[in-house]
C-alpha cells in the first residue's frame, strides 16, 4: 500500500486529508509542523507527500527541499492558503523547487487524489 | 538749482511755493497721484500721473470738487471722513479700491496730511495715492500658494497616514485569510466526501452541492481580501491602458442606466503599462460603477480621460518615490453626491461600504487600491459634498515588449468563444498579450463556420456561457469534434442560466472557471488542460 504523508497544521484540515486518503487503501503518515515531518520521516514507507507551505517550525519550502534531500524520487504536492507571501507566490516557489502539484487552499480533493493516483501510478 | 535736503512735511508747502517749476517737475515725476484739497473739498492742484489716471488734462480736473471727479457715493462712502480726520489736524492712511478710467478698478494706498498755507490753520491738504495693486496681487498670490502648499502638505500626510493604516490592515487581512482558507478547505472537502456517498440524483447530493457553491463564494470574497492586501500574485503582460479603458467604457455605456452620460477623452496615443489586463478592467469597472451609483439616480454625466505625465511631475504631486520616467494618469468624475472628508478617509479600507447591508460587500475600493499599488501606481480621490468626486488613478508606463517568442503561450492554438464583446475583447488581449494564438468566435452560431476556416484543429477551446447555450452534443458537432479529443475552459456568467453540469458529466474534459476571470486563473486553467 502506497504511503502518504499529510504535513499540515491545521488540524482539521488535516483531520479531513487523511480520511479522504484513507478511503483509497492509502496508509496515512501525519505531522502537524515541517520539524516533526522532517525528524519522524521515513522514506521506506513513503511515496507521496502533501505539505502546507505556511507553518510554524520549518516552513513548508524547507520541507520540500530536505525531503528531496533524503528521497530524491518522492512526490510532493504543495498546498497553500495564502499568507505572508501569498498563494501565489509560494506555490510558485515550490513548484520550482520541484513540487509535482501545487493547489491554493481551498481546493477539490477529488481533483487532488485523482491526481495522486496518476502520480503514483507513474512511480510504479 | 542745487538740490537741497528734503525739507520736513511742515515746510513743504514753502518749499513749493520757493521754486515752482522744480516743485512741479518733482511732483509731475512723481509715480503717485498727488493732488491738493481744499476745505471746500476741491482740486486746488493735481500731478500728472493723476491726470493720466484721468485720462484728462490738470485744467479739466481743478477747481471741481472729489464728489463730482470720483462720484457722489464713492466721495460719501469712503473718501469725506477721511478728509475731515486730516483737517482735524491728523495724517491719515488708509487702503481702498477705486475705479479709475484709465486703469479700471485698482488698489490704492492714500494718505491724507494736513498744511497751512500762511495762517497758521489748516487749510489744505496733501493727497498722495500710491498703486499698490501689484503688492496687493503678490501677496494674494502668495497667501493662495501658501493655503495650497498647506493643503498639499495635509493631503500628503493624510495619504501616508491611510497608507500605513491600510498596510495594517492588509496584514491583518492576510492573515485572516490564510486561517479562513484553512478551514474553507475542510468544508469543501468533507462536502465532497458527503457527495460519494450520496446518489447524484439525491436531493441531499444537492444541498452539498449548494455548500460548495457557498464555499466558492466564501473563497472569491477571500480572494479579493488577499488582493487588496497584494497577496494576490498577478499575472502580468505589456498593455496598453487606452485600449483597456475604451473597452470598459464601451462596457459601461451598454449598462448604463438613461440617467447617466459618459464622456471619454481617450487620446490615440498608446500607454503600455505592465499589468492584467482583466485586472484593469476590474478596476475601471469598479471605479466607474461607483461613479454611477454615486448619481443615485440623479441626471448626471460621468467623465474619464487618459493622460501621459512625466514621472518628475508625477514625483512633485505625489511626493513618492517614482518607479517610471512617465506615468498614466486615469481620471473618473462623477457630478454625483460626493462625500465628507470623514468618509474620504475610510474609502479604501475592506468592508467599508456607505450602502446597505447586502447591498455591496465594500471590497470593490480596497481591490482597486490593491490592484494599482501592485502594479507601482497610486490611486488618489478628491471629492466635494453635493458636488461629486474625481479619482485620479497613476500607472507606470513601461517601453518593454511583450517577448513572444519565450512566453509559455506561444504557439498554442485556442479557440475563443466569445461572450459578452467588451468582456471577451479584454480577455483576448490578455491571452494574445501571453503568447497564445487566438481564433475568434464572437457568436456562437458561427461556430461551425469558424471551424471549417481553421486549418489545423486548436488545442483548446474557451466558452464564455454568456456567448449563448448549446448543448454538449451540438457543441460536439458544431466543433466535428470527439467527446474525449477536445479540451474545453468554460467561463460561467452567473447571470446566465447554463446547465455546465450536463455539460461537464456529458464527458467532454472541461474546466469550470466563474466570472470575473484574472489572466493567472485561466493561464493556470489552460497549462492544466494542456500538459
Known amino acids: 500500500m502506497p504511503g502518504i504523508l499529510i504535513i499540515e497544521d491545521d488540524t482539521d484540515l488535516r483531520e479531513m486529508l487523511k480520511v479522504s486518503f484513507a478511503r483509497r487503501k492509502y496508509t496515512i503518515l501525519e505531522a502537524g509542523n515541517g520539524k516533526d515531518a522532517i525528524t519522524h520521516f521515513k522514506p521506506g514507507i513513503t511515496d507521496l507527500v502533501v505539505t502546507d507551505l505556511i507553518m510554524p517550525e520549518e516552513d513548508g519550502l524547507k520541507v520540500i527541499m530536505k525531503l528531496r534531500e533524503i528521497k530524491p524520487d ?51 | 538749482m542745487a538740490v537741497g535736503k528734503i525739507p520736513p512735511d511742515d515746510d513743504f508747502i514753502s518749499f513749493l511755493a520757493k521754486d515752482k517749476s522744480f516743485a512741479d517737475q518733482i511732483i509731475d515725476n512723481s509715480r503717485s497721484m498727488i493732488s491738493i484739497i481744499n476745505r471746500d473739498y476741491i482740486y486746488e492742484k493735481v500731478n500728472i500721473p493723476f491726470c493720466k489716471s484721468q485720462k484728462t488734462v490738470a485744467d479739466a480736473i481743478l477747481g471741481r470738487t472729489l464728489a463730482d471727479v470720483w462720484g457722489e457715493e464713492t466721495f460719501k462712502k469712503h473718501i469725506k471722513q477721511n478728509i475731515d480726520r486730516c483737517f482735524s489736524g491728523d495724517t491719515v492712511k488708509y487702503e481702498a479700491t477705486f475705479t479709475t478710467p484709465c486703469a479700471g478698478q485698482r488698489f490704492y494706498e492714500v494718505v491724507f496730511r494736513p498744511f497751512t498755507v500762511d495762517s497758521g490753520k489748516i487749510s489744505h491738504l496733501l493727497a498722495e495715492t500710491f498703486d499698490i495693486t501689484d503688492i496687493k496681487m503678490s501677496e494674494k498670490i502668495a497667501t ?26 492588509g496584514s491583518l487581512a492576510g492573515g485572516l485569510a490564510h486561517d479562513f482558507n484553512n478551514i474553507l478547505a475542510t468544508i469543501s472537502g468533507y462536502s465532497e466526501l458527503l457527495q460519494e456517498d450520496m446518489a447524484k440524483s439525491s436531493s441531499s447530493f444537492q444541498k452539498v452541492k449548494k455548500i ?66 482583466t485586472q484593469l478592467f476590474r478596476i475601471f469597472l469598479n471605479l466607474l460603477t461607483n461613479a454611477i451609483q454615486a448619481l443615485e439616480e440623479q441626471k448626471g454625466t460621468i467623465s474619464v480621460s487618459l493622460s501621459c505625465q512625466s514621472g ?144 489545423v484543429s486548436p488545442d483548446l477551446v474557451i466558452y464564455m456561457t454568456d456567448a449563448g447555450s448549446v448543448s454538449a452534443e451540438e457543441f460536439m458537432r458544431l466543433l466535428k469534434a470527439e467527446k474525449n479529443t477536445i479540451q474545453c475552459i468554460l467561463i460561467d456568467d452567473p447571470e446566465v442560466d447554463f446547465n455546465e453540469e450536463k455539460f461537464v458529466n456529458s464527458g467532454i474534459k472541461c474546466q469550470h472557471l466563474m466570472k470575473p476571470v484574472s489572466l493567472k486563473e485561466i493561464k493556470s486553467a489552460i497549462h492544466m488542460s494542456l500538459r
Open chain 2, 312 to 455: 518628475k511631475k508625477v514625483q512633485a504631486r505625489l511626493d513618492k518615490k517614482i518607479v517610471a520616467d512617465e506615468y498614466a494618469l486615469i481620471t473618473i468624475t462623477d457630478t454625483g453626491k460626493g462625500m465628507d472628508p470623514s468618509l474620504l478617509r475610510r474609502i479604501f479600507e475592506p468592508f467599508f461600504t456607505t450602502r446597505e447591508v447586502g447591498k455591496g460587500s465594500g471590497m470593490g475600493l480596497s481591490v482597486v487600491y490593491g490592484i494599482v499599488t501592485e502594479i507601482g501606481g497610486e490611486v488618489l480621490v478628491s471629492s466635494v459634498k453635493g458636488k461629486g468626486s474625481v479619482f485620479y488613478v497613476y500607472l507606470p508606463l513601461t517601453s518593454g515588449t511583450n517577448g513572444s517568442s519565450n512566453e509559455p503561450g506561444s504557439r498554442k492554438k485556442i479557440l475563443f468563444i466569445m461572450g459578452n464583446r467588451h468582456e471577451s475583447n479584454i480577455l483576448s488581449l490578455a491571452l494574445e498579450s501571453a503568447g497564445y494564438e487566438l481564433t475568434k468566435c464572437p457568436v456562437i452560431k458561427d461556430l461551425a463556420k469558424v471551424m471549417s476556416g481553421l486549418d
Open chain 2, 144 to 169: 493662495e500658494k501658501e493655503e495650497e502648499f498647506r493643503r498639499i502638505e495635509q493631503m500628503l500626510e493624510d495619504r501616508l497616514l491611510q497608507a500605513q493604516k491600510l498596510e495594517t490592515i
Open chain 2, 212 to 277: 460548495q457553491i457557498a464555499v466558492s463564494k466564501a473563497r472569491s470574497l477571500v480572494n479579493q481580501m488577499l488582493t487588496f492586501s497584494r497577496q494576490v500574485e498577478q499575472e502580468k503582460v505589456i498593455v496598453k491602458v487606452n485600449d483597456v479603458l475604451k473597452e470598459t467604457i464601451g462596457f459601461i455605456k451598454s449598462a448604463a442606466p438613461g440617467n447617466v452620460t459618459v464622456r471619454s477623452r481617450i487620446p490615440k496615443k498608446n500607454a503600455p503599462v505592465y499589468a492584467d489586463p
Open chain 1, 74 to 124: 518522492i512526490k510532493i504536492i504543495a498546498i497553500s492558503g495564502g499568507g505572508k507571501a501569498g498563494p501565489g507566490s509560494y506555490l510558485n516557489v515550490a513548484k520550482a523547487l520541484g513540487a509535482d502539484a501545487i493547489y491554493s487552499k481551498p481546493f477539490s480533493v477529488n481533483e487532488m487524489i485523482l491526481k495522486i493516483e496518476e502520480l503514483l501510478k507513474i512511480e510504479q
